[in-house]
């Protein structure tokens, strides 16, 4: 599975359980972190949980496990590495607080098949 099948893959489990303004961000090359970022905001902790849980049991299904998590200890944030692609999962004040999408306003914003847009 190429980093963009699972930036599409991604999207897709996000948004069958409901994330919120989920965004996909190619970083062309401007970091050695990730190639893509996707960002998406939970209305709760419990969803926050079963957005963390969905993305990785389903990617891992793909073949394509976490190389790395952080933060779901935390209500407001979680970070799953799938190697070149990122998954931020927030909470909708902590989005707001670190601002990934104005820090990298001037990646360019891929093109995701979604559900339910906002």
């Known amino acids: 599975m ?9 999207a897709k489990i996000l948004d069958m359980k409901r994330a919120r303004n989920i965004i996909a961000l190619d970083l062309g090359g ?3 972190i990730a190639d893509y970022f996707v960002i998406c905001s939970a ?13 990785t ?13 952080e933060g ?5 944030w979680a970070l799953i590495d799938f190697g070149g692609v990122m998954l931020h999962i927030f909470s909708t004040q902590m989005r707001d607080f670190y601002g990934l999408d104005n820090l990298w306003a001037d990646a360019q914003k891929i093109e995701l098949e979604l559900i339910d847009e906002n």
């Open 2 to 10: 190429t980093d963009l099948e699972k930036v599409h893959k991604l």
């Open 30 to 32: 401007a970091t050695i």
């Open 43 to 55: 209305g709760s902790p419990a969803q926050m949980h079963a957005l963390y849980e969905a993305a």
């Open 57 to 69: 049991e389903e990617m891992a299904k793909e073949g394509a496990a976490p190389v790395r998590t």
């Open 72 to 76: 779901m200890k935390n209500p407001d």
